[in-house]
């Protein structure tokens, strides 16, 4: 197997896990929209555990994208662009040259909101403003991705 045929198979794995990711976190940001639960949390910090399963459900799979989409689909994409040895910075950077995002303070923020969901996501005093912020952010995730799939298929990657 060629060095292009195996990152182009390991792309396609990471495409994959990214829209199953994707496709549940969709599943959970509806759920707690439709039982209202955001609106539940700004009015008081009293959750049911199964609000707080949600809440937790939706916080590591949007944690999970951004993982896969730095450090699996944008590192596959540079290799197969001969363009290994990227740190994350150099990632985020590059990922804006190629189009897959309008500015590289997009996901410069999605990386931030990460590690602010790792450190605090269990803080209840914390619930709220998290699930603000990265209520605003989720659309990036999909518009990131279409970008990523736009671009690979011009290029018939």
Do not use: C, P
Request: charged letters at 35%; aromatic letters at 10%; hydrophobic letters at 40%.
């Amino acid at each position: 197997m060629s060095r292009v045929e195996k990152f182009k198979k390991i792309l396609k794995e990471n495409i994959k896990n990214y829209k199953n990711i994707l496709e549940l976190l969709d599943y959970i940001s509806r759920q707690i929209k439709y039982k209202g639960i955001y609106e539940k949390i700004k009015k008081s910090n009293t959750l049911s555990l199964e609000e707080k399963i949600l809440i937790s459900s939706y916080f590591h799979n949007f944690s999970l994208l951004i993982d896969i989409l730095i450090n699996k689909l944008l590192r596959s994409i540079a290799y197969l662009e001969y363009e290994e040895g990227k740190t994350k910075r150099d990632l985020i950077i590059w990922a804006e040259k190629m189009g897959f995002v309008e500015k590289e303070s997009i996901l410069g923020e999605l990386l931030d909101l990460r590690n602010l969901i790792a450190h605090e996501y269990n803080n209840l005093d914390k619930v709220q403003e998290i699930m603000e912020v990265l209520l605003e952010n989720e659309k990036n995730l999909y518009l990131i991705f279409e970008n990523i799939k736009k671009y690979l298929s011009k290029n018939r990657l």
